[in-house]
């Protein structure tokens, strides 16, 4: 999610309301069953229709008012006035903190995101001549790689006369698979581009 285009101050935080316009990229369901999903929020002054459907402090729906009527109510209550659904008729406006909203947001956001597991994708090179010791040795980087949550690429690169002899390229990847079955599956078939042969293997735990 790209930052927050600037401060928010709400009334509390100067004599008059001040003006803002707030980039985000926001969804939720209020208490008074509007979904707001928006880029581009109005708050306050820069809010222009002549009246809006508003919403209290709560989420309880006060009705049709009168634009500078509910301008009134939010600064009584010094908090500010959200145009949150601006393509309805009338436009909704509620009632809200929005400097402590956006806050609380912002907030979520970034402990979902610690939340999330990044997933990589390595790659192992195989070759239809490969020794025991080489092919021992990838089995081994490609089960700590898939024992570390990320998908492993399985590729055989096939060189002159080896096109060929494509079935010794399926059984060296067969072979590859069983080796590292107790941690990782193939998406799909191995399938073949030009002279690669390749199959992604995602962790067991990820399935």
Known sequence: MPPVARMVHTPAAC???CLHTEILYAFFVDRGGIAISTKELQINDEIRTPEVRMIGVEGEQLGIMKLDEAK??????????VLIAPTAQPPVCRAMDYGKYRFERIKKEKEAKKKQQIIKI??????????????DTRVQAA???????????VVIRFRGREMSHMDIGRDVIARFLDAVSEYGSADKAAS????????????LKAK
């Open 15 to 17: 004599e008059r309301p």
């Open 72 to 81: 009134q109510y939010a600064y009584d209550r010094n908090v500010d006035l």
């Open 122 to 135: 390595k790659e192992v090179q195989l070759s239809c001549r490969i020794d025991t010791h080489d092919f």
């Open 143 to 153: 089960t700590r790689f898939l024992g570390e949550g990320n998908k492993v690429r």
């Open 192 to 203: 073949v581009e030009g002279r690669n042969m390749s199959v992604m293997i995602s962790p």
